[in-house]
C-alpha cells in the first residue's frame, strides 16, 4: 500500500470512497465543498492505494480554536471491502505526521473515542478545547502536535463547509 498526496485525478476514487464508507453522499459533498474553499490544503489531503487502486483518503483542513489556525480532520473513509486491514490506520498516521512536519499546533475532530485514541487524540476537553456542540462529548478530540504549547484553548470552529453538513 502506498500513502500520498491527492491528485486531481483521484477525485472521482474519493468521492465513490466516501459514497460506499459513508453510505450516503454528504460526505462527498463536503469534501467537494472543502476542496473549492479556501480551508482546503491540498498537502493534507492524503489517499491510499493497493494494486494501482485508490481504496482510502484523509483530509485536514483550516480550522481555528478562539480565532487561532488549527486544523480539522474529515471525512476519512475507506473502501469498506478494503477495512479493518490497516489503511485507516496508514492514513491517520501519514496524515499525522504531514501536518506536524507543516508545524500545526493541533488536529481536531469528531470520531469514535475506542478509533482515535491510538493515534495519540484524546478528548478535546482535556487540552481546553470547546466542541460547536456540547453533545460531542469524549467523540470530540484532539491531538496535540510538536508546536503545540497549551495557549490553543476555546470554542473550536472547522471550516464553513462542515456547518453545512
Ligand atoms: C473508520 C475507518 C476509516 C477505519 O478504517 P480501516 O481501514 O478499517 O481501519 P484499520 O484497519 O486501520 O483499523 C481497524 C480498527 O478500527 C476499528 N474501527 C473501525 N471502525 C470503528 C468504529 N466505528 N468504532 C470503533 N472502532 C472502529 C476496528 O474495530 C479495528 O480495530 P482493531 O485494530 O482493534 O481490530 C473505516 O472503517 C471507515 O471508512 N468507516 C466508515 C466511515 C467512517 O466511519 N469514518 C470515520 C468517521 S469518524
Request: charged letters at 20%; aromatic letters at 8%; a neutral charge.
Amino acid at each position: 500500500m502506498l500513502v500520498r498526496r491527492e491528485e486531481a485525478a483521484d477525485v472521482p476514487a474519493t468521492d465513490a470512497i466516501h459514497v460506499a464508507a459513508f453510505g450516503r453522499d454528504a460526505e462527498k459533498d463536503l469534501v467537494a465543498a472543502l476542496r473549492a474553499s479556501s480551508a482546503w490544503l491540498p498537502r493534507l489531503s492524503l489517499v491510499a492505494e493497493d494494486g494501482g487502486r485508490v481504496v482510502g483518503h484523509v483530509v485536514c483542513t483550516r480550522a481555528h480554536v478562539a480565532g487561532r489556525p488549527a486544523l480539522g480532520l474529515g471525512p476519512l473513509g475507506v473502501l469498506p471491502a478494503r477495512q479493518k486491514r490497516g489503511v485507516g490506520s496508514a492514513l491517520m498516521h501519514a496524515v499525522v505526521a504531514a501536518a506536524d512536519a507543516l508545524d500545526e499546533p493541533v488536529v481536531v475532530l469528531l470520531g469514535h473515542s475506542d478509533y482515535y485514541p491510538r493515534f495519540g487524540f484524546r478528548p478535546a476537553a482535556s487540552l481546553g478545547i470547546e466542541p460547536p456542540d456540547p453533545l460531542w462529548g469524549n467523540h470530540f478530540q484532539a491531538r496535540p502536535l510538536s508546536t503545540y504549547d497549551g495557549s490553543a484553548r476555546g470554542p473550536f470552529a472547522y471550516a464553513q463547509p462542515f456547518n453545512e453538513l
